[in-house]
């Protein structure tokens, strides 16, 4: 399975962008898709997480509020919207397909399928 994230780059803070995952070789069906980000010698932190039926979401507490995750399983793919950005929310946007069919982890250690990240600046 390969999983492509798209849909970074540059916002003012307080702006939008809104992030996909299109995976191939595999659908989405029966298992859960999370976003983590990652900045420069920190480790891999959980942002987001979704059930492939789009009926359980789960967010870290600093993007509550902020950011929305959905599910097209017609499409493939699944999306993060991010408004409100700050500063902080700068990072490398990973999705992931956990290793369960359901909605479980909050750990990297948790997911068995990484796409190739994208870039998000805020800039403040």
């Known amino acids: 399975v390969q999983l492509q994230a798209s849909g970074g780059g540059l916002v003012q803070a307080g702006g939008s962008l809104r992030l996909s995952c299109a995976a191939s070789?595999?659908?989405?069906?029966?298992?859960?898709v999370y976003w983590f980000r990652q900045t420069p010698g920190k480790e891999r932190e959980f942002v987001s997480g979704?059930?492939?039926?789009?009926?359980?979401?789960d967010y870290a507490r600093s993007v509550q509020g902020r950011f929305t995750i959905s599910i097209d399983n017609a499409m493939n793919a699944v999306y993060l919207q991010m408004n409100s950005l700050k500063s902080e929310d700068t990072a490398v946007y990973y999705c992931?397909?956990?290793?369960?069919?359901?909605?479980?982890?909050?750990?990297?250690?948790?997911?068995?399928?990484w796409g190739q990240g994208t870039l998000v600046t805020v800039s403040s």
């Open positions: 992931g397909i956990g290793k369960y069919s359901w909605l479980n982890t909050r750990e990297a250690s948790g997911i068995e399928y």
């Open positions: 979704i059930q492939w039926s789009g009926n359980r979401m």
């Open positions: 070789g595999r659908t989405f069906v029966n298992y859960a």
